[in-house]
């Protein structure tokens, strides 16, 4: 299965704040994701409060809608839960599109880890009654681990197939991602955000989308 759509949720050189929106901004995709019966794939880079960016793969039917919707800024209003007493309540992010490259990763299997679970996800109660689902992580000779679920198909062996394809196209992403931002695309990626006429706008600690 190839590569529907590439996403890169950024910060910026926002504070710790806006780290916390890129985390809940990525729980609330994943959710819509699993409703449109979409597959989601996340590598984050991990700091205190929460991801200063993540490299999103979207696949299935859908996958370029939910891309197009979300590409741009998002606003999260809320009080600091990390500094109370602060003024500010605006908190934004910026989601970019990346390009489709081809893939530059080759994966050894025999150095993935895999482990069979239930399925779970969508297609109901049925698919819990095997562990045909698989979950897979593999860690690159510099370190960087990449982990992805799948449960796309009812054989063991299909799901071990696609989980090593979408590790590979998770980790060209990457790539993809680092040779952007080194060429000053997609508005220098992680430079200083937009903050006007977001796509999004998110209230409170719940994070619910303002109507």
């Known amino acids: 299965m190839n590569v529907s759509e590439a996403l890169l949720l950024s910060s910026g050189n926002g504070p710790a704040e806006c780290r916390q929106a890129v985390s809940l901004f990525l729980d609330w995709l994943a959710d819509r994701a699993q409703d449109s019966g979409i597959d989601l794939d996340v590598s984050a880079r991990a700091a205190s409060h929460g991801p200063t960016s993540a490299v999103v793969l979207l696949r299935g039917r ?10 741009g800024v998002i606003q999260w209003r809320c009080q600091s839960q990390i ?6 309540k605006n908190w934004f992010i910026q989601v970019f599109r990346l390009p489709q490259t081809a893939s530059e990763v080759r994966i050894n299997p025999a150095t993935v ?4 679970i ?10 819990n009654k095997t562990s045909s689902a698989i979950r897979a992580r593999w860690t690159r000779p510099d370190g960087k681990t990449y982990t992805v679920v799948v449960r796309a198909n009812r054989s063991q062996h299909q799901n071990r197939r696609v989980a090593l394809d979408r590790l590979a196209a998770l980790a060209n992403a ?24 977001p ?4 209230e409170g600690r719940e994070f619910k989308q303002a109507k």
């Open 62 to 71: 859908g996958a370029g809608d939910l891309a197009r919707s979300v590409e």
């Open 83 to 88: 500094r109370p007493k602060h003024k500010r």
């Open 113 to 116: 880890e895999m482990q069979a």
């Open 118 to 127: 239930r399925a779970g996800g969508p297609g109901g109660q049925h698919q």
């Open 174 to 197: 990457e790539i993809t991602e680092a040779q952007a931002a080194r060429q000053s695309e997609s508005r220098a990626l992680h430079a200083q955000l937009q903050r006007g006429d």
């Open 199 to 202: 796509c999004y706008v998110f």
